[in-house]
């Protein structure tokens, strides 16, 4: 093997992929990343068993040669070198292999790095192509941050550390619960079909950096056991979680006794505040309070430290203003923070009701979160 690659976009790409190769593996193989040279493209493969990463470089991009292959090959490198070793280099570089053993060349810079071999990487999953589901890549990644933080943390329920996605025609919703705290947004999709599965939320989080700032149709492929999201010159697969995801639908009120819009920024800005002396109890208590059409009181309390209180303009009240409850301050702040409007709704059905929580101008997007106890 053999090729000669821009420094700057093989940085990127080495980068990247390395990210989701795990130190810790108990697979030598699987410690390093995987190189294959085509006539047309280089292939970069990284993979931790549960995610794989696939990055490919061209020939050329944006009018500019970036990639000369003179003789087709592959190779495993060790991320523990090759990635530091990669960073350091300036210049284009020159990679030749012989024998497993990788001759790395930039500018002066001569470097010899014994490599692995490749027949021993696991295959890449074989997903079929036929039902595409496809989306706008900007609004699944929305799709992502609005959703993925709600899952839970804890693996004594395996299903819910997880995304549940499931669509069908031109609808996509994503579902994301711990069993205290749920969100769900939907979007337009192109699918042919119908589905559903359900994907760990670590391989979420690492799909999200990688398609954070690209743009472009992103297309996903769902089979029994893997899922993969294509998007250019990235694919990333995904092991899903197995069983039946519970249906949460019948856990969202269909009426309110209680329902006040608030200025977004300003309310999240308060429950942020009242963070700071809420860590003390189990459920980062805040309190919050309406007496009359016009406040809302958030407040919260230490018991060695002190305590604070201040009051929101309500802009809109519907139906009983009287209200007095307890609220994961953590999990309220989380909800606040990827709210895509001006104005949120809080809708409320009792002491022990699930709080709703949405944005004023639209429905594709909805969170609940349960009510604490005082004490």
Same mark, same amino acid.
């Given at each position: 093997?053999?090729?000669?690659?821009?420094?700057?976009?093989?940085?990127?790409?080495?980068?990247?992929?390395?990210? &989701?190769?795990?130190?810790?593996?108990?697979?030598?193989?699987?410690?390093?990343?995987?190189?294959?040279?085509?006539?047309?493209?280089?292939?970069? &493969?990284?993979?931790?068993?549960?995610?794989?990463?696939?990055?490919?470089?061209?020939?050329?991009?944006?009018?500019?040669? &970036?990639?000369?292959?003179?003789?087709?090959?592959?190779?495993?490198?060790?991320?523990?070198?090759?990635?530091?070793?990669?960073?350091?280099?300036?210049?284009?570089?020159?990679?030749?292999?012989?024998?497993?053993?990788?001759?790395?060349?930039?500018?002066?810079?001569?470097?010899?790095?014994?490599?692995?071999?490749?027949?021993?990487?696991?295959?890449?999953?074989?997903?079929?192509?036929?039902?595409?589901?496809?989306?706008?890549?900007?609004?699944?990644?929305?799709?992502?941050?609005?959703?993925?933080?709600?899952?839970?943390?804890?693996?004594?329920?395996?299903?819910?550390?997880?995304?549940?996605?499931?669509?069908?025609?031109?609808?996509?919703?994503?579902?994301?619960?711990?069993?205290?705290?749920?969100?769900?947004?939907?979007?337009?999709?192109?699918?042919?079909?119908?589905?559903?599965?359900?994907?760990?939320?670590?391989?979420?989080?690492?799909?999200?950096?990688?398609?954070?700032?690209?743009?472009?149709?992103?297309?996903?492929?769902?089979?029994?056991?893997?899922?993969?999201?294509?998007?250019?010159?990235?694919?990333?697969?995904?092991?899903?979680?197995?069983?039946?995801?519970?249906?949460?639908?019948?856990?969202?009120?269909?009426?309110?006794?209680?329902?006040?819009?608030?200025?977004?920024?300003?309310?999240?800005?308060?429950?942020?505040?009242?963070?700071?002396?809420?860590?003390?109890?189990?459920?980062?208590?805040?309190?919050?309070?309406?007496?009359?059409?016009?406040?809302?009181?958030?407040?919260?309390?230490?018991?060695?430290?002190?305590?604070?209180?201040?009051?929101?303009?309500?802009?809109?009240?519907?139906?009983?203003?009287?209200?007095?409850?307890?609220?994961?301050?953590?999990?309220?702040?989380?909800?606040?923070?990827?709210?895509?409007?001006?104005?949120?709704?809080?809708?409320?059905?009792?002491?022990?009701?699930?709080?709703?929580?949405?944005?004023?101008?639209?429905?594709?997007?909805?969170?609940?979160?349960?009510?604490?106890?005082?004490?």
């Amino acid at each position: 093997m053999e090729f000669v690659v821009d420094h700057e976009r093989f940085h990127r790409v080495i980068t990247q992929v390395s990210s &989701v190769v795990s130190s810790r593996t108990t697979i030598p193989i699987l410690s390093g990343i995987k190189i294959k040279a085509e006539e047309d493209r280089l292939i970069v &493969v990284g993979s931790n068993s549960e995610v794989v990463l696939v990055k490919e470089i061209p020939l050329h991009s944006e009018g500019k040669k &970036v990639l000369e292959v003179k003789q087709r090959g592959e190779i495993v490198l060790g991320t523990r070198y090759l990635s530091p070793l990669v960073k350091k280099l300036s210049e284009d570089i020159s990679f030749s292999v012989q024998h497993h053993v990788a001759h790395i060349r930039s500018g002066d810079v001569k470097t010899r790095l014994s490599g692995m071999n490749p027949d021993d990487y696991p295959n890449l999953p074989e997903l079929r192509q036929e039902q595409a589901v496809t989306v706008d890549g900007k609004a699944f990644n929305e799709m992502l941050q609005q959703t993925v933080f709600a899952a839970s943390t804890n693996q004594s329920r395996p299903l819910l550390t997880g995304v549940h996605f499931s669509y069908s025609n031109d609808h996509l919703k994503a579902v994301a619960t711990n069993s205290h705290r749920l969100s769900m947004r939907h979007t337009e999709t192109n699918a042919g079909g119908e589905g559903n599965c359900t994907v760990p939320a670590s391989s979420l989080v690492t799909l999200s950096k990688l398609i954070n700032k690209q743009s472009g149709e992103l297309s996903l492929y769902i089979d029994e056991h893997f899922i993969s999201f294509s998007q250019g010159s990235t694919t990333l697969y995904s092991r899903l979680l197995e069983g039946t995801y519970p249906n949460v639908s019948s856990l969202i009120p269909n009426e309110s006794k209680l329902t006040i819009s608030l200025d977004t920024k300003k309310l999240y800005e308060a429950v942020d505040r009242a963070c700071l002396f809420a860590s003390d109890w189990r459920h980062n208590n805040i309190r919050m309070r309406l007496k009359d059409d016009s406040e809302l009181s958030i407040s919260s309390r230490t018991d060695e430290m002190g305590d604070i209180s201040e009051k929101q303009v309500v802009t809109k009240v519907s139906g009983d203003a009287e209200l007095d409850l307890y609220v994961d301050g953590q999990f309220l702040k989380e909800a606040l923070a990827f709210m895509d409007d001006e104005e949120t709704l809080l809708s409320f059905g009792g002491a022990m009701r699930p709080i709703v929580i949405k944005p004023k101008s639209h429905s594709s997007y909805i969170q609940l979160i349960s009510p604490v106890r005082s004490y």
